[in-house]
T-cell receptor
Framework: SQQGEEDPQALSIQEGENATMNCSYK?????LQWYRQNSGRGLVHLIL?????REKHSGRLRVTLDTSKKSSSLLITASRAADTASYFC????????????FGTGTRLTVIP | EAGVAQSPRYKIIEKRQSVAFWCNPI?????LYWYQQILGQGPKLLIQ????????DSQLPKDRFSAERLKGVDSTLKIQPAKLEDSAVYLC???????????FGPGTRLTVT
């Protein structure tokens, strides 16, 4: 299966702390993306990192990619209650079809 | 810019009944996807359209699911007949051709009783 797996499945932290989520995948990829999903809503794109990149930043988000280990991590710094959501990694395959294969998600709870 | 629109937002049907979902992608987005998201899992791709043609439907259960995008704009996903295990959120997404970021609609939550 090309689907990724996130770790941990659930994470609970205090507001202001940092949150780290990990993603592992099995096949070669073109890119890896992270999405956020608030309860009962659609997914929102957070950040995309290409297979030839190792690290990328966007605001309070930092993503790393290690293609040799087939893994990625998402760091959210200075967390806020509004960051409470499920976070999914999705891998884009190399076929050029722009298909995404989503992991099972990490449920993040930020306690005010 | 308007986002991806989906309707209905919620639908409850009995097993063996039929149901249809509608999606209108962002204007100008040539590629449209339908995903199924079962509770507690990540979205799973069902079908991908490029304009009005199917690019990938390898994970679509074709014995009961069908989808069309006749004019290359909005799309309809149909389930006939529905089974209990079809209970899920059905998400529609679109992208500009050549752009890797997908834009998702709010989804349709289907409950099959």
């Amino acid at each position: 299966s090309q689907q990724g797996e996130e770790d941990p499945q659930a994470l609970s932290i205090q507001e202001g702390e940092n949150a780290t989520m990990n993603c592992s995948y099995k096949t070669s990829i073109n890119n890896l993306q992270w999405y956020r999903q608030n309860s009962g809503r659609g997914l929102v794109h957070l950040i995309l990192i290409r297979s030839n990149e190792r690290e990328k930043h966007s605001g309070r988000l930092r993503v790393t990619l290690d293609t040799s280990k087939k893994s990625s991590s998402l760091l959210i710094t200075a967390s806020r209650a509004a960051d409470t959501a499920s976070y999914f990694c999705a891998t884009g395959d190399q076929t050029g079809a722009n298909n995404l294969f989503f992991g099972t998600g990490t449920r993040l709870t930020v306690i005010p | 810019e308007a986002g991806v629109a989906q309707s209905p937002r919620y639908k409850i049907i009995e097993k063996r009944q039929s149901v249809a979902f509608w999606c209108n992608p962002i204007s100008g987005h040539a590629t449209l996807y339908w995903y199924q998201q079962i509770l507690g899992q990540g979205p799973k791709l069902l079908i991908q359209f490029q304009n009005n043609g199917v690019v990938d439907d390898s994970q679509l259960p074709k014995d009961r699911f069908s989808a069309e995008r006749l004019k290359g704009v909005d799309s309809t996903l149909k389930i006939q007949p529905a089974k209990l295990e079809d209970s899920a959120v059905y998400l529609c997404a679109s992208i500009l051709s050549g752009n890797d970021e997908q834009y998702f609609g709010p989804g349709t939550r289907l409950t099959v009783t």
